[in-house]
């Protein structure tokens, strides 16, 4: 691959821009709609280079996954806005699942969006991300092992 850290700094900068736009509360479908295009173009590419098994040698590790985490995370945002709450829930768990650092407030986030999905389609949320992580920190190689899990769902 070419210069992985340019394209993660590339894919950054496009997640803060949706950030950005996101932060104005769009309610048009076709504005979320792009949003959510742009971010599903990120997680492809992120995608082909976690399964490559090159980004995590070749990046900084902890940037590589949190980044992949804002980015599920962000498009787990677009889809509640859409209302296809029946893949949501698989990336606001994959967002606080594999992120790399320790942050209650991300967590409750995450959990957030999850949990509202799940009322949505009609379920009782039981689990507590930010209770899970008061137990088991997050490990640099444990999150790089959920994300190989979790890859089966992702873009």
């Given amino acids: 691959m070419l210069d992985l850290d340019l394209d993660l700094i590339?894919?950054?900068e496009n997640l803060k821009a949706v950030r950005n736009i996101l932060a104005a509360e769009p309610t048009d479908r076709a504005e979320l709609n792009s949003i959510k295009a742009v971010l599903e173009a990120n997680l492809k590419e992120l995608g082909r280079c976690a399964r490559s098994g090159n980004c995590l040698e070749s990046t900084d590790p902890c940037s590589f996954l949190e980044s992949y985490s804002?980015?599920?995370?962000?498009?787990?945002?677009?889809?509640d806005k859409l209302g296809e709450w029946e893949t949501v829930e698989e990336f606001a768990y994959t967002a606080a699942f594999i992120y790399p650092r320790y942050d209650e407030e991300y967590y409750d986030a995450c959990q957030s969006i999850w949990q509202r999905a799940m009322v949505k389609r009609g379920f009782a949320p039981t689990l507590t991300i930010k209770e899970f992580f008061k137990e088991k920190h997050p490990e640099l190689n444990n999150c790089a092992e959920r994300l190989a899990y979790f890859l089966k769902y992702l873009p």
């Fill in 70 to 79: 804002k980015h599920c995370f962000y498009y787990a945002v677009v889809l």
């Fill in 10 to 12: 590339r894919l950054n």
